[in-house]
């Protein structure tokens, strides 16, 4: 392959797009890199690349004043944890050796090398890392958005606008089902949908109202969990705990002024069932953004960035990557993921940026740490072939104390202290050293 391919810009091509696209008083923008999202895979990347590059050279287009330690939105829904907790100022996790747009990206044109945004500026790049991650598609279920709206019992911890709706849906609770589900897409941090789950049965026996409520897992994928070592862990705690789970059932509908949830049968689609619910805790389908979307010289048919899974670069430009959730690579969207995947970007970007092929591999580790009640978790820790890629020298299948003490107590102040300061590559060398492998 040509290293160099695509690195060229097209300026003639570019002009024409400013002249429709671009309002009179934009600006225009260049750099050596572009990250597009600042978000966790974009945040920790963008670290490591300031480091080597001049503030003019990199650059970093994100709309958000807010960034969000969201794998602590389970905790927040389950009441442990406040949203505060995950939540700091863009301006201050951002590396300050970078320039920050605050905008949005609505145009990608990796043939010419540029990126419009949503107020009409030009950012022309040499390279580019797209860390967009995933949209929260609340209005794609009907009645959904509507039902969020109050003390309906429905609630949702996957967007901070919600996730403290959960903890009040909890308390509210008196009798009746309780619902959670998981959507027929792809979703971030794919555990989280049955964490609550665990949590809201664990709440219910504290407060004496267990044997009141019928709680329900349902789930569009064929399996509970994808690796099997950890799936017959969750099916023995659904089943000690009376957790009813209906696999390929997906949500279509809810009808809030009745109370009523409207499942699919995947595998029998014009086949429906409706579900009374006290609680309902949604998983909203999730899609890349829109602007990512529609650049099919970037993307797959999902719109997802066509990438070769070991490299993480794109298949088609080779001056462009993508990290976390946007991308094809086809392992569980976790923070884990995305700190396994940025150092890998980051040695592959050096070495086509020195005309280079990139020889650094991602080898699809995730992490999913089940919480399965209020002092319990289940650490999942697997690669591309769902094979376990454990850190700690014992099995790791087992709820655990200390597990839970990982995630609600060590595993914040690392991700705010050393994964977005570009510090932290996720585990690999903790592992080797816990199972004395020193090669």
């Known amino acids: 392959m040509n290293f160099m391919l695509h690195l060229n810009t097209n300026f003639s091509r570019v002009s024409k797009r400013y002249f429709s696209t671009a309002k009179l008083n934009s600006a225009k923008h260049s ?22 590059l001049k503030k003019n050279e990199l650059i970093i287009l994100e709309p958000s004043h807010n960034h969000y330690y969201q794998p602590l939105f389970t905790l927040v829904g389950g009441g442990i944890s406040t949203l505060s907790d995950a939540r700091k100022n863009t301006k201050d996790v951002l590396p300050k050796n970078a320039v920050w747009l605050q905008d949005k990206a609505a145009e990608f044109s990796p043939n010419s090398n540029s990126v419009v945004t949503e107020k009409g500026d030009v950012i022309q790049y040499d390279f580019l890392l797209v860390a967009t991650g995933l949209q929260t598609d609340y209005d794609k279920i009907p009645g959904l958005v509507e039902a969020l709206k109050g003390d309906t019992g429905v609630c949702s911890n996957y967007s901070d606008k919600y996730v403290e709706t959960t903890y009040k849906s909890l308390q509210n609770f008196k009798e009746g089902n309780a619902i959670f589900t998981y959507p027929n897409t792809p979703v971030k941090c794919p555990g989280a949908p049955q964490k609550i789950c ?3 049965d664990h709440y219910l026996r504290k407060v004496g109202k267990r044997d009141k409520a019928n709680v329900i897992y349902n789930t569009s ?5 994808g690796v099997k070592k950890y799936a017959d ?6 089943e000690g705990r009376n957790i009813n789970v209906n696999l390929r059932t997906n949500l279509i509908e809810i009808k809030p002024d009745k109370k009523e949830a409207i499942f699919q049968n995947l595998d029998k689609p014009h086949e429906v069932t409706t579900f009374q ?30 990438v070769d899974k070991l490299t993480l670069q794109s298949t088609k430009f080779a001056n462009v990557f993508a990290i976390g959730d ?11 993921a995305a700190a396994a995947q940025c150092q890998v970007i980051f040695k592959n970007l050096q070495a086509v940026m020195e005309a280079k092929p990139p020889t650094a591999n991602y080898d699809g580790y995730a992490s999913c740490p089940l919480v399965t009640g209020y002092n319990k978790c289940i650490l999942a820790e697997f690669d591309y072939n769902l094979t376990p890629l454990e850190t700690f ?16 107590t060590l595993m914040p102040p690392l991700y705010w202290n050393l994964m977005l300061n570009g510090l932290w590559n996720g585990p690999a060398m903790v592992r080797n050293l816990m199972h004395f492998k020193f090669n």
Request: hydrophobic letters at 40%; proline letters at 6%.
């Open 31 to 52: 750099c050596k890199v572009l990250v597009v999202g600042g978000g966790t895979g974009g945040c920790a990347t963008a670290a490591k690349l300031s480091k080597v």
């Open 233 to 238: 862990a969750l099916w023995k705690v659904c």
């Open 393 to 408: 020298p014992f099995s790791q299948d087992k709820e655990m104390h200390s597990m839970y003490f990982l995630k609600k």
């Open 198 to 200: 665990y949590l809201t």
């Open 326 to 336: 946007c991308s094809s690579s086809p392992n569980s969207k976790t923070a884990a």
């Open 221 to 225: 994928l064929a399996v509970i969990f």
């Open 277 to 306: 619910y006290s609680m309902l805790h949604v998983t909203p389908p999730m899609s890349t953004p829109p602007a990512l979307r529609e650049c099919r010289d970037l993307t797959n048919e999902a719109g997802f960035v066509d």
